[in-house]
């Protein structure tokens, strides 16, 4: 059974800090991984896909690592505005297309 | 190319009563999921079809059901709902399923009394 923990489950950064968010899952047959950010009372939007064949992928600021083997995926956000502040999930679908979430991490930039 | 749209977006029932909800995907989306999202329990897979089958189901009770229709639209029902049915239901639209992209829904708010 995957269960996903994202670490920290809260966090809050002075402007122009970067930052790393954390996520590890149990079962490492997975796909690829998915970072989404959701906004209070909003639906997800998606970040960044990473392919299982992927090590990584970039986007703008934001860089998402894929270590199956250790059941590790990174987050990391440079120079981080407070537009930021929002909620970060993290999604490893098995390979039979059932998604685990985890709980998230919440983030708050401090102006 | 207009997004996910999910109606209603707010909704107050009682307990006993159900609820239908509604998922228009995105055009040429055949792959539809819906999850619940709780404070508690944040959020989990209720169920996905794709072409109108469904592939896919969480660990819900049987009071919890949906259809995907020829256009790609989607329906989740909830019968005799109970207070813990409270959540924020979001549903989410891919080409093929939930390996690629999922662009989600703004959701429909469920309030149970």
């Known amino acids: 059974k995957q269960e996903v923990t994202q670490i920290p489950a809260a966090l809050s950064v002075p402007e122009g800090e970067n930052l790393v968010l954390n996520c590890s899952f149990t079962?490492?047959?997975?796909?690829?991984l998915q970072w989404f950010r959701q906004d209070p009372g909003k639906g997800l939007t998606s970040l960044l896909l990473?392919?299982?064949?992927?090590r990584e992928q970039t986007s703008g600021r934001l860089n998402a690592s894929l270590d199956k083997s250790s059941g590790r995926s990174t987050l990391y956000i440079a120079a981080s505005q407070p537009g930021d502040s929002a909620t970060y999930l993290c999604?490893?679908?098995?390979?039979?297309?059932?998604?685990?979430f985890g709980k998230g991490t919440r983030l708050h930039i401090l102006p | 190319k207009a997004g996910v749209t999910q109606t209603p977006r707010y909704l107050i029932k009682t307990r006993g009563q159900q609820v239908t909800l509604s998922c228009s995907p995105i055009?040429?989306?055949?792959?539809v999921s819906w999850y619940q999202q709780t404070p508690g329990q944040g959020l989990q897979f209720l169920f996905e079809?794709?072409?109108?089958?469904?592939?896919n189901k969480g660990n819900f009770p049987g009071r919890f059901s949906g259809r995907q229709f020829s256009n790609s639209r989607s329906e989740m029902n909830v019968s005799t709902l109970e207070l813990g049915d409270s959540a924020l239901y979001l549903c989410?639209?891919?080409?093929?399923?939930?390996?690629?992209?999922?662009?989600f829904g703004p959701g429909t708010r469920l309030l149970v009394l």
């Open positions: 989410a639209s891919s080409l093929q399923g939930p390996q690629e992209t999922q662009y």
């Open positions: 079962d490492s047959a997975i796909y690829n």
């Open positions: 990473i392919q299982s064949s992927q």
């Open positions: 999604a490893p679908p098995r390979r039979d297309d059932k998604i685990i």
């Open positions: 055009s040429g989306h055949r792959s």
């Open positions: 079809y794709f072409s109108e089958t469904q592939r």
